[in-house]
């Protein structure tokens, strides 16, 4: 009975001490501050890539227009038709019929009938010439006018040629044998041969190559190489990648807003058809990456030195960043950046030299090793003030 007495009250005591100093923990005791946050370097995969916007167009396609002016009396097929090379798509109406080819026709008969009637003449002058009843100046000037007679024919048989070929325009048919992605026109529309070109059909040869456009800001596209992997999503099928390369990066500068892009294409083969003509789409082109590189986070690039600083004022720590001088030279390097570290109760400036980043995360080529602690985090800059302030009864110098 008396055991049992004290192991009670030995229970009751110990839950009281643990009590306690639960209590004074969280009551009592004061967690030392904030004032910094290192990290060690560590490896993982890392992928540097950039995005950029665009369309999809058929890879090969043809716009087909009017070459002579009029109106568009009537168009013979739509969208999505399958046509054939020569297949009459459009009739335009330009006012005249085919009165000039019948005038060229009518001018060309007239130079004929004159030709062959003059060439006769000539004929039935020649005995008079050979016997002496007419001069040689007469009949070498006879034979000179039906030379020209002779020359005028073959202008009018170019002139008629020539109105046939402008009236056949006006038939206007396929170039080529592909399906219709674009019907422009409408019947009853003017339209004409001069100023800027106007398509009355687009068609793509063949609907089965599509081929995307984006266009590369011109701060990344002399990162873009021909061959260049690209992860394609589009708001059509949000949920599925696709994949191509890149084919082609045009020279030619687009400006837009003050902002200058280049066009890079990229196949897409489109055999289910999933693909339509004009869908939106963005890419993401795969600049470099590897699998197992030593890395940092971005942030630590951005560390204020002067809080850096002050800390070590608070923790009597040595501070010792890299003179100015130096760290300008080593920028001239290309690809280096500074960070802090903590090393035997000292903050040491290093420079880094920095490969391949996917924007939140930079590899280290050189500079800091595996077991180097970087400073990822510091207090802000106001709070630090404030406790320098508070401890040592004064503000920062």
């Known amino acids: 009975m008396h055991m049992k007495k004290l192991l009670i009250q030995g229970s009751i005591a110990l839950i009281c001490i643990a009590g306690g100093f639960l209590a004074y923990h969280r009551y009592f005791k004061k967690n030392e501050p904030f004032l910094y946050k290192t990290e060690k370097p560590f490896a993982r995969y890392i992928r540097q890539s950039i995005k950029a916007a665009g369309n999809l167009e058929p890879e090969d396609m043809l716009k087909v227009g009017s070459l002579v002016s009029g109106i568009i009396q009537k168009m013979f097929v739509e969208e999505n038709d399958f046509v054939e090379k020569g297949q009459l798509l459009v009739l335009i109406d330009d006012g005249r019929e085919d009165s000039k080819v019948r005038v060229a026709e009518q001018a060309l008969e007239i130079a004929q009938a004159n030709a062959t009637y003059f060439e006769q003449f000539l004929q039935r002058q020649k005995p ?10 007469e009949f070498l000037r006879l034979k000179t006018e039906l030379t020209t007679k002779q020359q005028e024919v073959l202008i009018k048989q170019e002139q008629l040629a020539d109105e046939k ?19 422009n026109g409408s019947e009853g529309e003017m339209v004409t041969n001069f100023g800027s070109s106007f398509a009355i059909y687009t068609i793509a040869k063949d609907i089965r190559k599509m081929e995307a456009k984006i266009e590369i800001d011109e701060s990344s596209v002399g990162l873009i190489k021909d061959g260049m992997i690209a992860q394609l999503i589009f708001d059509a099928y949000p949920e599925k990648t696709f994949e191509s390369r890149i084919k082609e990066i045009s020279n030619n500068p687009i400006s837009k807003g003050g902002t200058v892009s280049y066009m890079a294409k990229l196949p897409i083969a489109n055999e289910d058809l999933l693909f339509k003509p004009g869908m939106t789409l963005d890419a993401d082109i795969v600049i470099n990456e590897k699998n197992a590189s030593l890395v940092v986070q971005g942030q630590v690039f951005s560390i204020n030195p002067n809080t850096i600083e002050q800390v070590a004022k608070i923790k009597t720590y040595g501070y010792e960043p890299i003179p100015l001088k130096e760290k300008q030279d080593l920028t001239t390097q290309g690809n280096i950046k500074f960070l802090w570290i903590e090393d035997n109760n000292n903050f040491v400036e290093k420079a880094v030299k ?44």
């Open 354 to 397: 920095t490969g391949i980043t996917d924007g939140a995360y930079f590899e280290v080529i050189d500079g800091i090793a595996e077991n180097d602690k970087i400073i990822v985090d510091t207090i802000e800059t106001n709070a630090v003030e404030a406790m320098f302030k508070k401890m040592f009864n004064t503000g920062l110098k």
């Open 165 to 183: 070929r402008l009236f056949t325009k006006k038939q206007i048919t396929a170039p080529e044998d592909g399906v219709v992605v674009g019907k």
């Open 128 to 137: 008079l010439y050979e016997n002496g009843f007419l001069s040689e100046n």
